[in-house]
Each structure stands twice: as C-alpha cells, then as structure tokens.
C-alpha cells in the first residue's frame, strides 16, 4: 500500500480517537478525555506536585425538563450549558460532559478552597440564566462539588469520588449548592451512611416505634385525638431525633417503608382506644409525589381493620408545593375513602392562602413559632386572631401546635382557637403510657376499664 493509503489510514485512526474521546451531543471531551488531562497533569507536576482542581458540575431539576417539554428541549439545554461553560471556563481549563446532564471541568491553576468557591460562585451564576428554548424560557440551578489534587486523591479515580462526595453533599444541602472536598465532609458522609444502614436495619427489625402526643379540645381540655410520632433508639447511636431519620429516608429513597410500617403500627394501636378518638399522621412530600400513596395507606388500614374516617393526614405546604397535581390526586383519593387532610406548619409557608384555596382542607395546624410568642407579642396574637376567623369562614378546624404554658392555653382558648397540642397537654409516649393517659384522661375509656378489671 502506498503513501496515500498510510495516511488514510493515519487519518482514520486519528478520527476514531477523535469519536472516543469527545461528547456527540454537545462537541465537548467526555469522561477519557477528562481522565487524560488530569493524568498529564498530575505527570506534569511530580516532580513538584503543584495542586490543581477538578469539578463536577450537577444540572438540579433537569429531569423534570424532559419530561414536560421532550428530550429535544433537553438537549438543547444541555447544548447551551456546554457552551456557557467553555465560555466562562478560565484560560487551560478543559469541560467535559459526562452521562445526562452531568459536567466536569479540570481546573490546572486553581490551587486552593477559596479558589475553588470563587470558580464555583461564577459557573453557578453563568448557568443560572434562564434558557431559551424558543417559545419559552426555562430556569435551572446547578449543584458543585470540587476536588483538589493531591489532597482529595493521588490518582484519577480517588479525585473523582472525592469529587462525587462533594457534589452529593452539595444535592443533599438543596439546590445551587457549592461543596470543595475535605476530609470533615468525608467524614460527615460516611457517618450519613452509616446512619443510613443503622435506619434501614432498624426498620427491617421493626424496632423503629410510635408515641403518640394528645390533641384536645380547648373548650373542656378533652382528649379527641393523637398524632402519631416516630420515635428511634439504636443500640450503638442512640436516641436518634426524627428531624434527623426522617430527611435521611427521604433523601435516600425509604420514607415510604418507614412511612408504611409507623402508620401500620399506629393503626393498629389505636383498635385498644374509644372509637371517638381520632389519629394523625404525617405524610411526607416525597409521599405526595408518589401516586401509589393513596393505595398502599388504604390497603393498611384495610388490612388492620382501621375506620378511615378516624384518620386525618397532615401535610406541609412545601410538600403540595412540590408536586402539585400528583397531590391533588392523591388528596382527592384519601378524602374520598373517608380520610381527613390537615395541613401543618400553616403560617410559616410562601403562600398559604392560595393552597387553601387549590386543595380542600379539613384542618389547619398553626405553627407552634406563633403559639410560643402569644403572650408576649401582639405581632403573633393578631396572626392566631386572623387565622382562627378565616378557618371559621372557610368552615376549617384549627390546631394549635405547641402548646407549653396554661397562659397560652387561655389566650388560644380566648381567642376561640378549637383544638390543642403541645406538652402543656401532655408529651409524646409510647403506646403503653398512652393507655394509661387516656384511662387518666378520658371518662368512657375509665368506665370501659374499670368494668373489664
């Protein structure tokens, strides 16, 4: 073969290589290429390793992007964040795209944490601009998470997971979040999934309980209900708090076990309680965007042989919020079967009189951050003030939450405020104590055990 075909053929090679490292989609390297460059790099330096920085770089919420407007619309964005990023990206930085709507960026003069926040402050910024996609504009945020070399790993493969550390850290935080890798957030993650092991185990050995904190009647201090409370003691942790556990699950996809199991175990403690007497249950938000909701709490309750009409479900505004149609269905299921729908925390969301208005409640939890200043700030009495005449007008139970002093009993009761929770009334206990409670507290479940003793 001639010199023409040899250089066909050096051509071909040259090509193929071309086709292996780089993105079809948007033109940029991908991960090999990535790799390459920050192995030269770190051969480059070893002799005097001097640091350099790489970053990931997460789209937050892109997912939803091709699911309402189609995955033309989504690559189109993955185009422009690819040419936003080469533009912004500092003078022998290399961008690169990996699977989905994953980025990385290696960073040879960027040396230290500062640096690297600084770097992390300007690409954020850049892709926080809203896209174009012809008939409409659409805004997304990004998550970080960045890896210095040597610190975070000596090789390709230990930078990039301590890279990945930091991006998770930074989607656990919430959105638009900036993370560098240290070993305290390695440290902290590990702890997480420790946790996380500790929950699922926990749960597997149903050892995850219930308690349950009265709810009464303002008027004549009457028990008429209990909301159900999850409650954790590992062996090796602890008391662990539910504003711990409960996020945890939710973050790593098993709220709804735990979820399940609690609301199994609460129905079936409440056979041995008066008939009157309602439940309260909290759903989570991540609960509210699953459609399966409605059936599987229905399917519990059936099979423990619990009146849905005795339980009322309470829900926060953020979580209506997150998904709302979904919501809307789910909500119309559960009432429709006879169950009730409160929503908790009211006050304290963006914008609470809309949601009274989209979604049918049957009750209204006021945030206990108002019940603690009643007494000593006119600001919260005319907030409780107002709310309890609007829920009268819209023919809406309240709650109180919060409760801790006979003189904010009095101020809620003067305020014509129905219902009452807090430990005032009585704290959270196990199902034991809570029998004792009602025999204590309730007239016809005493007559009810002293005949049977």
């Not at 003030?385 to 009993?409: F, N, P, S």
């Not at 219902?419 to 009810?448: C, I, N, W």
Request: hydrophobic share 40%; aromatic share 8%.
């Amino acid at each position: 073969m001639g010199p023409a075909g040899s250089a066909n053929e050096q051509f071909n090679q040259n090509e193929l290589h071309a086709m292996a490292y780089t993105d079809h989609l948007t033109g940029l390297g991908n991960r090999h290429r990535l790799r390459d460059k920050a192995r030269q790099l770190a051969a480059d330096r070893a002799s005097d390793p001097a640091p350099f920085t790489v970053c990931i770089v997460n789209l937050d919420g892109f997912k939803p992007i091709n699911d309402l407007f189609g995955q033309a619309a989504g690559d189109e964005i993955l185009c422009q964040v690819a040419h936003r990023l080469k533009a912004c990206a500092p003078d022998g930085a290399t961008v690169t795209r990996h699977d989905g709507d994953e980025f990385a960026i290696v960073l040879p003069l960027v040396f230290e944490r500062a640096g690297a926040e600084r770097a992390g402050q300007m690409i954020k910024d850049v892709l926080s601009a809203p896209y174009d996609l012809g008939d409409r504009n659409v805004r997304l945020s990004a998550s970080l998470g960045f890896a210095i070399y040597p610190f975070a790993g000596n090789d390709f493969e230990e930078l990039m997971k301590s890279a990945e550390t930091a991006l998770y850290r930074s989607k656990r935080r919430g959105r638009g979040q900036i993370t560098v890798y240290s070993r305290e957030i390695a440290q902290e993650m590990k702890r997480a999934t420790q946790l996380e092991q500790a929950l699922r185990n926990a749960i597997i050995n149903d050892t995850v309980d219930v308690h349950f904190q009265p709810i009464v009647r303002l008027r004549d201090n009457r028990v008429v209900g209990f909301e159900a409370l999850a409650r954790w003691i590992d062996p090796d942790l602890g008391f662990v708090s539910p504003a711990v556990f409960v996020p945890l699950a939710e973050e790593r996809g098993f709220i709804d076990t735990l979820s399940e199991t609690l609301l199994r175990k609460a129905a079936e403690a409440t056979l041995a309680w008066p008939r009157d007497l309602f439940l309260s249950f909290n759903l989570s938000s991540c609960q509210l965007m699953d459609p399966r909701t409605s059936f599987s709490t229905l399917a519990i309750l059936n099979s423990v042989g619990f009146d849905p009409r005795r339980l009322e479900l309470e829900i926060t505004e953020t979580a209506v919020m997150t998904s709302a149609d979904t919501a809307r269905r789910i909500i119309k299921d559960l009432k429709d079967a006879g169950i009730r729908i409160s929503l908790d925390d009211f006050g304290t969301g963006q914008s609470s009189l809309g949601r009274l208005r989209e979604f049918t409640f049957d009750k209204v939890k006021i945030d206990r951050a108002f019940v603690s200043a009643i007494t000593t700030d006119r600001t919260s009495e005319h907030i409780i003030k107002a709310i309890v005449t609007m829920c009268e007008g819209l023919d809406l139970e309240v709650v109180a939450e919060g409760i801790e002093t006979e003189a904010e009993a009095d101020k809620l009761r003067a305020l014509g405020c129905g219902m009452g929770q807090g430990y005032f009334f009585g704290k959270p206990v196990d199902t034991a104590a809570t029998l004792r409670y009602l025999s204590e507290h309730h007239h016809e479940f005493a007559l009810v055990e002293r005949a049977s003793a």
